[in-house]
């Protein structure tokens, strides 16, 4: 059974950062390529980054692309997103997912940007 934890969000003012963290267990964490994504009120959800199975391929999307940075740490099952310059519309519920699979996701931490 996937499980997912999610933690390290908060209440941060603009050009702030925060450092989320997820703990994985009840799958083979390495074989899985990972995701962050996020869901602001009112909104669906949204992918913000990905890494690959061995941590060596990172894709983000536009909005965050130079401001955030995704890594994770194969021996711990651990993935993280480090978030720089954070803006109000970052404002939502993070997630991380297995990248093929949205649909088992943990309680989120949620992300406030303002002022």
């Known amino acids: 059974q996937v499980q997912l934890v999610e933690s390290g969000g908060g209440l941060v003012q603009p050009g702030g950062s925060l450092r989320l963290s997820c703990e994985a267990s009840?799958?083979?964490?390495?074989?899985?390529?990972m995701s962050w994504v996020r869901q602001a009120p009112g909104k669906g959800l949204e992918l913000v980054s990905t890494?690959?199975?061995?941590?060596?391929?990172?894709h983000y999307r536009d909005f965050v692309k130079g401001r955030f940075t995704i890594a994770r740490d194969n021996a711990k099952n651990t993935v993280s997103l480090q978030m720089n310059s954070l803006k109000p519309e970052d404002t939502a519920v993070y997630y991380c997912?297995?990248?093929?699979?949205?649909?088992?996701r943990g309680q989120g931490t949620q992300v406030t940007v303002s002022s």
């Open positions: 997912v297995q990248s093929s699979n949205w649909s088992s």
């Open positions: 009840g799958f083979t964490f390495s074989d899985y390529a």
């Open positions: 890494i690959s199975s061995g941590g060596t391929n990172t």
